[in-house]
């Protein structure tokens, strides 16, 4: 009777840091962690935008100095990672909702729409991050 309620599996009492850091996640992991954080981060800096975008449109003279305080560098590479988080949570919440509609389920499938949205959200913030400085 032991035998059948006995476990084969490991014990991990005392994991080091380095077996939590090195472990490798699959693509469909990593993206669900990225498209929380990219949500987390769009929901924190929302109210922020919204005071900006209102105080833009409160004068011209506000309008102005917005759109001078854009030539900074260190702006411009806010705006380029709160674009890269409004492109993969868009990107990744079309896989989600593709996966609400039982399409994809499979972990081969579920791995290459993983790639399909890095194929898609990279390219699209890269463009973005271009423009924003001036390549085109």
Known sequence: MSDLTKDDRPIYRNLHVS????????AAGLISI???????????????????????LTSELSYAIFQSLLHAWYVKIILVGLSWAYLHHFCAGIRHLFMDAHMG??????????????????PLAVLVALKLFGAF
Request: hydrophobic letters at 50%; charged letters at 10%.
């Open 19 to 26: 077996q939590i850091v090195g472990y490798r996640l699959p």
């Open 105 to 122: 389920l499979s972990k081969e499938r579920g791995r290459q729409s993983a790639i399909a949205v890095f194929a898609v959200s990279l």
């Open 34 to 56: 990225l498209h929380r954080i990219s949500g987390a981060g769009l929901f924190l800096f929302l109210p922020f935008l919204l005071y900006l975008f209102h105080q833009s």
